[in-house]
């Protein structure tokens, strides 16, 4: 079985444990170590992988991390672990923290079963990071994700790389949120790098500067929605999966509507969708806009041609899909476990569009 497979594999099976998983304890036994297991690590020999891993940090003795993985006999990774239903983003790793000071390892490991955070110390030597260079998420399992798991592969891990891939990986991140910070509200310099390029007037004043904030907001939008397009165009030309189309293309352009940026996921969905709906319509008049329970996907911008919503808000995921000719008020939530599991809906989303269309004559 190929290492996407397995994972894949494990991931599928996390909706029927959780309602089973209430320790923290349990959540390493059911979902941490099979995973570790995965990596090619033996989790039954204490040479690899060693569980409630002590060492001395200063005035602080017998402190212990999770799991600390070996390899020819030095520390490569330290693993703290949280319960299923920790929200990583309230918890802190405060023994990789410390661990990291005194260990060997380069690689911290901060998770909940389900998410799975990766630092390193890529600003200070020792000193681990406070943004992870990597975040994997089971649940949303991408495929670019899981090749960088792969490097961390028992026979693949290579800590000579590591500070290479761990820079290029964080600061890509960065870098795309601050591209999507500017295409929301372009900032003066931002603004003032285009216009100072295009801009045939002797001098560029401070009007000629606010003159070219919206200018350069819409020429970013229609950048990115054209090369989307292409993008998907291309895809399904040649029978992928839109998922494979690249994170760069799809995180950055972003639905905003009261200031509420989509997330990552319910862009993803946004996008298959739109894959989905251009076998029967142009894709340019699939719009998504999000609030803060739901994103929804609307026909031609209209909050009156509602096609479906994306709650992705809670542990168990929807998509509400709204009743074709009986009643378009009324909302059909779908459970869905992973976004691969949007696809057996695109019947219903066609119906949809097929029955707003049809009613407008």
Known sequence: MDFIDEIKLLASKIPDMA???????????ALIMPLINILGYNVFDPTEVTPEFTADVGTKKGEKVDYAIFKN???????ECKSIDADLDKEHASQLLRYFHVSDAKVGILTNGIIYRFYSDLESANKMDE?????????????SSVEELKRFKKEEFNVDELATVASELKYAKEIKHILLKEMMSPSENFVKFFASQVYTGKVLTQNVKQSFIPITKNAFNQFINERINERLKFAMADEKNVSEIDAVDTSIESIIDDGIVLTEEELEGYYIIKAILSEIIDPSRIVARGTKRYCGILLDNNNRKPICRMHFNSKQKYVGVFDDENNVKNEVK???????????????FKNVVEWFDKAEG
């Open 19 to 29: 309602e089973n998983i209430t320790t923290e304890e349990a959540t390493k036994n």
């Open 73 to 79: 006999g030095k520390p490569i990774m330290l693993i």
């Open 334 to 348: 779908n459970p869905i476990n992973n976004l691969n599991e949007i696809y057996p809906l695109a019947h219903k």
């Open 131 to 143: 943004k992870p260079f990597l975040e994997v998420d089971l649940l949303n399992i991408k495929e």
